[in-house]
T-cell receptor, first 113, second 111 residues
Framework: EPEVTQTPSHQVTQMGQEVILRCVPISNHLYFYWYRQILGQKVEFLVSFYNNEISEKSEIFDDQFSVERPDGSNFTLKIRSTKLEDSAMYFC???????????FGPGTRLLVL | QKEVEQNSGPLSVPEGAIASLNCTYSDRGSQSFFWYRQYSGKSPELIMSIYSNGDKEDGRFTAQLNKASQYVSLLIRDSQPSDSATYLCAVDNNAGNMLTFGGGTRLMVKP
């Protein structure tokens, strides 16, 4: 069964450093998403991406964040200058259409020191 | 601010019993509703999706949707210890381009 994959599974970085989180969505899916979950808190929406552009973003997704689909398979989330409060689990998800089920990857646990 | 509310629990049921999980949402424009299961430290895993009023059954799981009351529920019949997890209710927005999650209900099924 096709799955969303994410790399790395864990990342430790210093405050102020740039990080890139990578995702490979399910191959025939057209809609891509990033969510994050701070330990013990809700899953929070960051951004959705369709047809090579952002279709929705949350207040969390400020100028420090960017997304890109650099080729036909990868979908990346970049955090330009990490803050302590960016420490969280970051989930990538993909869906065939905008209203259908979003399938989640295993997540990248980011720790900012 | 669109809200999705769930009782955090824990909801404790004996093995073989029915577990009933509830969720309310605030966005009347929502059209897609999902129940995900999340084990500690893992990603959300889809249990059920529901798009129209009424009941939808899949094996031991039944989702119920009442758009007039802005209420979604999940029933788990013949609960098993392996069902012990946090159950997340997720609701889309009017544009259908994001999900808002509730805080989750922690279910504990005791052998």
């Amino acid at each position: 069964e096709p799955e969303v994959t994410q790399t790395p599974s864990h990342q430790v970085t210093q405050m102020g450093q740039e990080v890139i989180l990578r995702c490979v969505p399910i191959s025939n899916h057209l809609y891509f998403y990033w969510y994050r979950q701070i330990l013990g808190q809700k899953v929070e929406f960051l951004v959705s991406f369709y047809n090579n552009e952002i279709s929705e973003k949350s207040e969390i997704f400020d100028d420090q964040f960017s997304v890109e689909r650099p080729d036909g398979s990868n979908f990346t989330l970049k955090i330009r200058s990490t803050k302590l409060e960016d420490s969280a689990m970051y989930f990538c998800a993909s869906a065939k259409t905008g209203r259908e089920t979003q399938y989640f990857g295993p997540g990248t646990r980011l720790l900012v020191l | 601010q669109k809200e999705v509310e769930q009782n955090s629990g824990p909801l404790s049921v004996p093995e073989g019993a029915i577990a009933s999980l509830n969720c309310t949402y605030s966005d009347r424009g929502s059209q897609s509703f999902f129940w995900y299961r999340q084990y500690s430290g893992k990603s959300p895993e889809l249990i059920m999706s529901i798009y129209s009023n009424g009941d939808k059954e899949d094996g031991r799981f039944t989702a119920q949707l009442n758009k007039a009351s802005q209420y979604v529920s999940l029933l788990i019949r013949d609960s098993q210890p392996s069902d012990s997890a946090t159950y997340l209710c997720a609701v889309d927005n009017n544009a259908g381009n994001m999900l808002t999650f509730g805080g989750g209900t922690r279910l504990m099924v005791k052998p």
